[in-house]
Every structure is written in C-alpha cells, then in structure tokens.
C-alpha cells in the first residue's frame, strides 16, 4: 500500500487564489479559470471552490467560471480561446502548463516562474523544458522559453517598458520559419536564434 497526502490550507489556497484573479484581473480579458478535480477529490478541491467564490467577491469586475482539470484539458485543445488565466494545484497545472505549450508549438518556448505573491522571497524564473540534458551542448535547444521567462521577471520587477522592448523580437522571430529550432519544425541552431533576437533587441 502507498499513499500520497497533500496538505491545503485554507490560508494558502486564500493566497494563491487572490493573486490569480489580481492576475486575471490586470489583463484585458479579465477572465479567469479555476481549475480542481472537486468531483473526485471531495475535500481539498472543494475548499478551493468555496475560497475562489468567496475570493469573487473582491474582484466584482472579473469573471471567473470552474473547470475540472480532465475536461480543461479538453477545452483546452478545442476551445482555447475561452481560457484567459488559469489557477490549479501544482500537480494539475504541471499537466495543463505541457500542454499550453504543446498547443503553443513547442515546450521549447514557453516561459514559467516560481512567484512569491506577497515579495517576501525573490521569485524565480526559467524555461518551462528545464535543463534539457539530454540535449544539452548540441545547439539544439530553443533559446525563447530563455528569453520569455528574462520578459516575465522584467514585468514582475516592475520593469514593463523594458519587457515590451525585449518581447518584440521574441515574437519576431518566433514568426519567422527559417529562425525555428527543431522543436518547431525548423534547423535554426541555439546560436542563430539568440544571435536574431539579440541582434533585433540592439537595433530596437
């Protein structure tokens, strides 16, 4: 027999879910997901229900709705523009960020940060893929997923000028074909792809 137990506290889901529809609530949609798994798991997942309806109350001018984690996953592939800022536990929203960045093009891209919400403690930023070792000095990586998450710690220093400036050639670059790694399709290599954005961020 094994078990695993995860511990939620009232506190902490209060915490997490404050700041997403904070989140939500700064971006122009306004809209955000919560995400559980409350019909199976009858404890934990519904406390996190209850707190984001209560939570709603601060933030009249956001609109919200719940999804459990196996249909989002659905609704993501099929309906993604219904989604806008998503809130889960760390294991569902582990599963849904892969697949964000699946449907995106690539894990290769995709930024992500580990956020103090009350700044006590420095925030961490870094590439949804991790140290990707098994590819590591091939010139195979896809260096945006590096230079998107250097976008999401400017914005979260209070730096968003510079974000916006750094963001133009990652999305420059990322629309144009013969600048794609593998990953996307391509067989641009790790340098070329830095050598374009950097090479666009100093003619900015």
């Known amino acids: 027999v094994a078990t695993d137990v ?15 529809f ?6 122009p949609r306004k809209w ?16 996190w229900d209850e707190i984001a309806k209560e939570i709603s109350a601060e933030f009249p001018d956001v609109h919200w709705d719940k999804e459990l984690v196996d249909a989002c996953t659905a ?10 800022t998503l809130v889960a536990t760390n294991l569902h929203a582990d599963i849904l960020s892969d697949l964000a960045a699946a449907l995106a093009g690539s894990l290769g891209i995709a930024p992500t940060g580990n956020i103090d919400p009350e700044r006590r403690y420095p925030s961490m930023f870094e590439p949804i893929h991790g140290s990707a070792f098994d590819i590591m000095g091939q010139g195979l990586a896809n260096p945006i997923g590096s230079f998107w ?17 750094l963001m133009q050639p990652i999305e420059a670059v990322t629309a144009n074909p013969k600048l794609h790694t593998r990953d996307l399709g391509g067989q641009a290599s790790t340098q070329q792809v830095t050598d374009a954005v950097c090479n666009l961020l100093r003619s900015a």
């Open 22 to 27: 904070r989140l939500a609530q700064s971006r």
């Open 32 to 47: 955000l997901t919560v995400v559980t798994k409350s019909n199976a798991q009858r404890h934990a997942m519904v406390m």
């Open 75 to 84: 609704r993501m592939v099929n309906r993604p523009a219904s989604l806008d």
């Open 6 to 20: 995860s511990m939620m506290t009232r506190a902490g889901v209060e915490r997490i879910m404050r700041f997403a």
């Open 149 to 165: 998450s250097c976008v999401m710690m400017l914005e979260h220093i209070g730096l968003p000028e510079q974000a916006a400036l």
